[in-house]
């Protein structure tokens, strides 16, 4: 809701609300963003004076904003919008270099309009169209500001999904004036806040090491997000939270932002000498300029606002609510996704028609879905060196075309998925040889190559068309079904050919990163439309793109080349920040894991990988059969359990290096246990998906080291109806005695010798059974006190009641609600 009073606008929804207020000079002055403030559709004056900071004398040392308001020093103003040059020095909203070479501007209010609208927005085709209900679109306030002497219009549009208690914001600039502009920012969103005691909470890391957290404080000098890579990055998500040290997952204010965006971004945040904190997301700044001629407009990308009182968990709630409901689209957006193997790990380049088909074979025959060919199908793609930029198959490795592949992989009941990467280009490929003009670099300089591959030159148009119309007919003869659309490099010697060619300024280079984005987003739009049933699979080198704007275009996103469960489940635990499973692949992989060399359970990999869009991706033919078997079983129950895992609503419990245990939890400071002594035991991951109506749910459990003598455990699930019983489960397990080594003597009636024939052979027909956990609970029991799990072997204790939960363990719960509250469990 959206209401206009006293000079103020009050954006609300259920959980927040927005204030921000015309001032006497014409600027915007930010009041509130935070909670939401019962009846702030009918605040009073005194009620809105009581937020806006009261100016009576001009402080020392700083700039008057003009004689009629000296008292107004603007880089004390807690503003919507800010530029530089009449007083406010902090970093800025906008800049612009003026027809005159001056950069200072003054844009203030002309008029405003509230209306029901979907954004139509201009350059940008990844932007939030409404998703839902026509009769239920977002409200949309526009705010037109001027700066008269620059003939420039400034729009500031904010959206205010009520679904989600999401705002999103935006900012057009439009030359009106008769000479051109240099725009050297345009950001989407600024936050000034009325407080100095936030963090800076950010996702930060490399390739197979994506969505580390961190927080800093704000306190001091300027914290910066940001990425340089010409995508989103995997050094840097765009999605941030704002919230004082002592937020836990629980409780406590934070203020959350992501970008609708996949290029080069920026996020700060500083405190000026007054206690004001400011907030800042869009384009980085850094290295980009625009060119805005007379009538030209610019448009900002959209960020995603969202605050909550409730914790982490209050941000990952509208967070992944938003996504689902309005960046996710097209059919596949709300689909039961279908499980799949994948070749890449399974035969890296070294692939041809006989090892995919029986590969596909082994995946059908456990029940998979679908059958990706990742890398190496393309003539002289041997290795990473050749062949980016020709996308015509190798007949030597496929005979038959990827018609005739895609023919009998289908023929055997499978989907058929294929691997691209449109945005490259090697230099040893027809293309380079034909259109060096179409590439990223600059003439006369040596280039620098990531992974032996050169930058498409997507500003260009024609390479945008080029590349639609090959894609289309690689989808088309392969008959596709779903595509993996790689980008495995980031960005260096940035310099497009094509923007040279239109105009010789040379500052006009700044606008080739964010060129190319527009480029990529149009070369999706097209393929998207064009083949509305492929399930589309972003990637980049794993999670170096993984952002809203690549989610507007693909549902899902391959989140990290590291496919190694440990490391995954922090991966993935970042990610769940602001993102929902629904938006991260995870695959299944052999052992010792080809990015870790670490040995996982296949128990323990497939635990993990449930929790985000499950796959394999593994070489299935080499599996022993009890492999297979184990495996055809995981997809079982995955399928049984999607719906909930893949739609439902993840929770985090207990995480490893968490700021705060959660009230209620058991659960020890980072790097300790109950005792104190072993650092590094003790980290467990505790997670729960539940399904939208709260009558399913799944849990996990894992264990990165075990400590000695520590059978007790809890698990804790959450977000349960507390007023349901459920029927608690876990799987039937069985151990291979083996795990236990010569402890088998204390137990056999004869010497064993650990690894003999006689050891293998009794292992063969000698399971020790696993523990049950069959029971029926109240929701409210098993979230308050939680379930206290059969104990874990502690160095004694060999039965069918014992828990064998040792270093790298998982566990897996089943929770169900029964009807008949008296159902009777075996507890
Ligand atoms: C990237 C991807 C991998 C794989 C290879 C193929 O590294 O992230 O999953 O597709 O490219 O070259």
Redesign the pocket.
Known sequence: MITFRHNAWILGTPETTYIFRKTKTGHLEHLYYGPAIAHAESLSKDDLAAMSVRRVFPAGNMISYDADHSAVTLENVNLEMSSRGKGDIREPFLEIVNADGSRTSDFLFDSAEISESAPDLLTIPCSVPWQGDPEKAPDHLKIVLKDAAARLKLELHYYVYEDCDVITRTARLINEGESNVTILRLMSAQLDLERADLQMTAFRGAWVREMARFSVPVSGPKVVNASACGTSSNRANPFVMLHPAQTSEDAGFAAACNLVYSGNHWESAEVNAFGQTRFLAGINPEGFSWQLRPQETFEAPEAVLTCTDSGFHGISRHMHAFVRRHIQRGKWADEIRPILL?S?EACYFKINESTLLRLAKAAKDSGIELFVM??GWFLNRND?RHALGDWTVDRKKLPGGLSGLSDKIHGMGLKFGI?I?PEMVNVESNLYRTHPEWVMQIPGREHSEGRTQRVLDFANPAVVDYMTERMSSVFREGRVDYV?W?M?RIFSDVFSPYVASLDTDPIRQGETAHRYMIGVYRLAKNLTEAFPSVLFEG????GNRFDLGMLCCFPQI?GS?NTDAISRSYIQEGYSYGYPMSAFTSHISAVPNHQTLRVTSLATRFAVSAFGISGYELNLIDMPPYVRDAVTKQVELYKIWREVLQKGEFYRGRIPGADSVSVGQSGYPEGLDASGLYPGSGRIHEWTCVSRDRRYAVGLLLQEMVTPNSPFESYFPRGLDPNLRYKFTNLDKSYDIRKFGDLINTQAPVHVRQDSLLHRTIARFVKMPGEKENHVLLGSVLMKAGIRLSPAFAGTGYSDGVRKFQDYAARLYFMEAVDSPEEESDS
Do not use: F, I, M, R
């Not at 990637?539 to 794993?542: T, V, Y």
């Open positions: 994948n890449w990742d890398d990473d691997w990467e993996k790689d495995n990637c980049a080198s794993g391959w080349d």
